[in-house]
Each structure stands twice: as structure tokens, then as C-alpha cells.
């Protein structure tokens, strides 16, 4: 048997995406391992967002091929997509709430909808206020995303994201456009969805402090606060990626990226 | 010249693309009632008042127009007939789904479309729900049921504007006379025209309203551009499927 923390769970071999002149993405390849956390830097429109969309499936690659979960999914029709998402969690940037939805309705909707989980309808109610909870919202439930204020609908969104307690998480720009307090406690709640279920985690963002939050801290269940990473050996495995104009400008540890020579890596690196 | 085609083409290829989806999924599962019967709602029961007044003045304006017409040959009588035949075959249909193009396919263009530039199109299918399904199939099936049957009340409706018409303005017509040519011009072939028609219509106005607020990008100005190009489009389909339809019903 293979070392469970070892197996891959998202491969990208020489992916791109885009025809003739227009190549959005070009020759990506990395590896995500079990419980590893990627943060994924760039330009606006060098790709990241693409990115995630290619690992969701929501658009195919051109060339290349992608496994997730050990399963090649680079031809995979849609209809069998639907069972490779329902062990993936995803916040897009600009939400993606259901907006004639309610809150409840919204978070609840993976429950009803991921063909593979099957819930029992009467489990639906307390996962979705569970979830709710976990991102302190638990007295929205009747509220429209219309109601919520930008930095609420980005925690119903993650709500929505873990609420199936996927494998896989997927944050697209979760701090984007949020005051600083706002997108510290936004992090600190990924922190948190990572650690309480160990999941892998990919999260794009332009900000250097939330990957060195995800890096540095884990979520301490003792009084539901961060905690500095102990030196016993304990380690986020966290990895740094850098796009640029659709290809990995950079890959490695923080070592490896605060240390970059690179002008454009460097931009993103703290220094 | 060919790249000027380029683009046409390849938007009616995605549209057939879109169709044949859609046309599966009607005999597959998942089915989403909901959605259906509020859509039903939505189309039919919110496009009575404007569809009745249409058909009420359509067809009074017949009545109207052609009794001069009549009236040189002296057969101001046979109005219903012209009326009836005229409503039935032709513009109870074409003017009933011209009102719901206007309504109905812009709404779904833009509803679609609002979803697609917020990403909520691409959180339906992470979240495990085939927009094809959810969206394109509920607009799809309601509007087949539900047009053909505004467009009978639209003809009906008609057929009374007719009627006070006749009875009000026009000499020498009574009302039973109005109702026994109006009845006894109509064939079955009319009829079967008259229904054949709204289904097809009803086809191509929630395939177009929800294949241009699929493809919408480049918010909300994109919204605005594809809800103006589902409602012309809708509405030029019509007018040409009607054509193709009555040619085809003529020469049987």
C-alpha cells in the first residue's frame, strides 16, 4: 500500500488551452498531493482562473492531460463530470450565489443536487446550518444574497463550498476586493476548512499575506482561533505557484519564493 | 467572404448543438417540476392580458378592414369567414408568439445571461446540476404547452373582436350570420395548422431566448446585446417558420 498522503490528487501534464494566436494556457504541469496546499499567484489574466475552471471541467483542455483522483478526466463527457465534482469544493471570484436563491437554498443545493452523495432529505437542513455555523452565518438562513454584504456572501460562498466536506477545495480570489480585516478572517476560515478535514486545498490569490497565513498557521480547535505551525515536524506542505501570461513562471517552497530572482516572482514574493 | 460567414455559421452550429442537448434531455432524467410549472406561470398565465388584447384588436381590425373590401361586392355577410380564417391560420399564431418573443425570449435571455456573467451557470454545473437540464428544459417544455393554448384563446378572443365589429359598425350582418360563415369556414386542415404552428413557434422562441443568454459575455452590457438579439431572432424565425409551414399545408 501506497502512503495515502502521497497519492495525487490533481495532475496536470503539458496542459493548455486556447487556439492559434489566442493560447491562454500554455504546457502547465504540476502535481497536487493529498492534503497539500497550492497558492496560486499572477497577473490579472495570466490564467489562474482558467486554471480552475480546466481542473472543474467546466471547460475542456486543448492539449494535454489532467487526472484527478487518479482518474484520467481529460475526455470525460459531462454527464460523468458530475460525479468527479461531487468530491470538489469550489468558491468562485465573484461568488456565484444563486441570487433568486436563499441563503439556505443556496448552501443546501450541492446537498440536493451532487447525484453521487445522496442525502437523506431530512439531513440536508442540519448539514447546511452546521456549515453555516462553521462560517458564523447561522441566522441568514431566510436572507437573499442581495441582503448580504460583500465579505458575508464570499462566507456563504465558502459555506456553500465545504458543505459536502469535499476532498478537494478550490478558492478562487476568496479576499479579492474585502477590506483587510475581512479578508484576514475569509482566510482564516479556509484555514480552518482545510485543517478540520485535512483537505487539499488550491486557492488563487493577489495577496502575499494570505498564503503565508496558510502556510504559517493552523487552525487551533482548543479555542477556535490560528495557531503558529509547531516545529514538531508539522508542516502545511504548502507550495507556491506564479502564472504569468498562461504559464508556471514559478513552483516551490517559500524558501524557494521569497528567494526568487525572478523580477515578475518577485513582485509577489514579500520582500 | 468566407470569414464574414465564419461567425454566423458557427453560431447556428452551436445553436443545433444546444437544440440536440436539449431535445435529448427531454427524455431523460432528472426532470424539474418546479421549474416547469413556475416557467408555465411565468410564460402563460403572465402573457394573458397582452395576448387577449392582441387578439381582441387583431381581430376587430380585420373585421374592420375587410368589410370595405366586402362591401363592393356586397358581401359584407361573409366577414367571419375572413376573419375566422385569417386569425386561425395566421395571425392568432404569429402575433401570439411574436408577444411571447417579446416577452418571454428576452426574459429568458436575460435571465440566463445575468446567470451566466456572475458565474452561477458555471456554479450549477460544479455543483452537480446540467443547466441544460435546469434551465434550457423547464423553459423548453413549459413554453410547448403553454403557447398553443394562449394562442387558442388569442383566436377565440379574436373572433368576438370580429363579432362586435360585425355587429356594431358593419350593415346588413347579424351575429348569427358572423358565427355560421366564421364556423363553417373553418376545415380541420386549419385547425391543425393553427395548433401545428404555436408548437413549432414555441420550439424555436425557448431554444433562442436561452441559447443567446447561454453564450452571453461581457456583463452587463453582454446581457443587454444578447436579450436584443434573442428578441430579433425569435421574431425572424417566426415570421419565416410560418411561411415555410403555411407553403407546406397549402400545397397538401
Redesign the interface.
Known sequence: MSNPQEEPILIFDDVSFGFDDNVFLRQVSFELRRGETLIIHGAAGSGKTLLL?LA?G?LPATSGRIHLFGQDVTRLP??E??DV??R?G?L????????SFTIEENVG??LL???LLKIPEEQVQPKVEQSLDFVELGHTLEKFPSELSGGMRRRVGIA?AIVTQPELLLYDSPTAGLDPITANNIIALIVKGRDVRGATTVIVTHRHQDGEILERYRYNEKDGGLRPVGSNGDSTRTRYMVMKEGAIAFLGASFDFDCCKDPYVAKFASR | MLEFLKAPVLTFQEFVQLSARASRGVVLKPYYWDDVFTQMDLIGVGSLPVVILTGFFSGAVMALQMSRALQTYGATSQVGMIVAITLVREMGPVLTALMVAGRNSSGMASELGSMKVTEQIDAMRALGTDPVMKLVKPRLLATAVVLPLLTVLADFVGLVGGYIVACVMLPLTTGAQYWNTAWRALGYDDIAQGLLKPFIFAIVLSLVGCFYGMRTTGGTQGVGRATTQAVVVASVWVVVLTFIIGRIFVSM
Do not use: M, T
Open positions: 475552471k472543474l467546466l459531462e454527464r463530470w458530475f465534482r461531487s470538489i469550489v468562485f471570484q465573484e461568488g456565484g450565489l444563486f441570487d443545493y450541492p443536487n451532487q447525484r456553500r
